[in-house]
């Protein structure tokens, strides 16, 4: 991961050498290295900070809703939280014209009420299937006002959510990492804490119940975690499909189902795989670049379909 991030640092339409970085962050650049300078500080380390933040939060947040859900397949899109990011961002842009300050609370707040909607019509149904139920209906309805804002909207708005829903680390600057890390952080270490929980979900809701847990309280504090996490990501990136359901897939392939190693080391993969991706899209047409989300869907999907369909043959 730290490799990773070197290099996506020094790579780009303005290439920096390796060797330059030390210099460049401690020491004081000769005049024609000041280009490298600004374009690493205010550019390029809070982009890789951010999708090393990012990544983690996002893999890390699908290994518990795959926990919670006993399903290698389940994200935290099931119950509906980014789908109700992508309403409350969609329609900030078409109602109100965008703009960042209008448009990131609007997808957090959308993230938090379709997951406490979720919750709240899932709960009168026992066990985990009345949350999915919930889930499914809350995406069709979230998918449908979509593409209502989606009609009415101008070109220019069109335009806007185009490049939404693709994702992108364009907008990541020190002030979000700033405000968005700590944050990120602290419940991702009270997620990863989580895991004898986890563990005792791997056995089944009837034997984890006892076990002593109260499911009902845990399954609640999980999805809300989750929202919080993924809402504020969600708001800044825009749709980046598939990093929280392949890295906790590779990783439980490689190491196991213990929720006690997969869950930091998905954390891990995330960020890497985020930032390799992110790496990708800035290199593939320079000086432009790929928005994030196709190259994670366009990795991601056919990955994914060979690691089932190797899985089909075994």
């Not at 991961?1 to 030390?22: D, E, N, T």
């Not at 390799?276 to 056919?302: F, H, Y």
Request: charged share 10%; aromatic share 8%; glycine share 12%.
């Amino acid at each position: 991961m730290a490799a990773a991030a070197l290099l996506a640092a020094a790579s780009g339409a303005v290439p920096i050498p390796l060797r330059a970085l030390p210099g460049l962050l401690l020491g004081t650049p000769a005049p024609e290295e000041l280009l490298w300078r600004n374009v690493l500080l205010d550019i390029r380390l809070p982009r890789v900070a951010f999708g090393l933040l990012a990544g983690a939060a996002l893999a890390l947040t699908g290994a518990v809703m795959q926990a919670l859900f006993r399903n290698p397949l389940a994200e935290p899109g099931l119950v509906g939280i980014s789908a109700g990011g992508a309403l409350g961002a969609v329609s900030a842009i078409v109602l109100t014209g965008g703009g960042f300050w209008i448009l990131a609370p609007s997808a957090f707040a959308g993230s938090l009420l379709a997951m406490l909607a979720a919750y709240g019509l899932g709960r009168r149904s026992p066990g985990v299937a009345g949350l999915l139920l919930a889930g499914i209906a809350i995406n069709t309805v979230a998918g449908s006002l979509i593409g209502l804002l989606t009609y009415a909207a101008t070109d220019a708005q069109l335009r806007d959510l185009t490049f939404w829903s693709m994702g992108s680390l364009v907008g990541a600057n020190w002030f979000l990492v700033a405000v968005l890390g700590p944050w990120t952080l602290l419940i991702c270490a009270w997620l990863a804490g989580q895991w004898r929980v986890m563990n005792a979900l791997l056995l089944g809701e009837r034997e984890a119940q006892h076990l002593g847990y109260a499911l009902r309280t845990v399954r609640r504090k999980l999805l809300l975690a989750t929202a919080l996490v993924v809402g504020p990501l969600v708001a800044v990136t825009g749709g980046i499909a598939f990093v929280g359901l392949v890295v906790p897939h590779l990783v439980r392939l490689a190491l196991g189902a213990d929720h006690r190693w997969l869950l930091p080391a998905s954390l891990l993969g995330g960020a890497l795989a985020l930032t390799l991706a992110d790496l990708l899209a800035r290199s593939v047409v320079q000086p432009a670049e790929l928005p994030i989300g196709l190259v994670t869907s366009l990795i991601g999907g056919p990955f994914f379909l060979w690691l089932l369909y190797r899985g089909g043959r075994r």
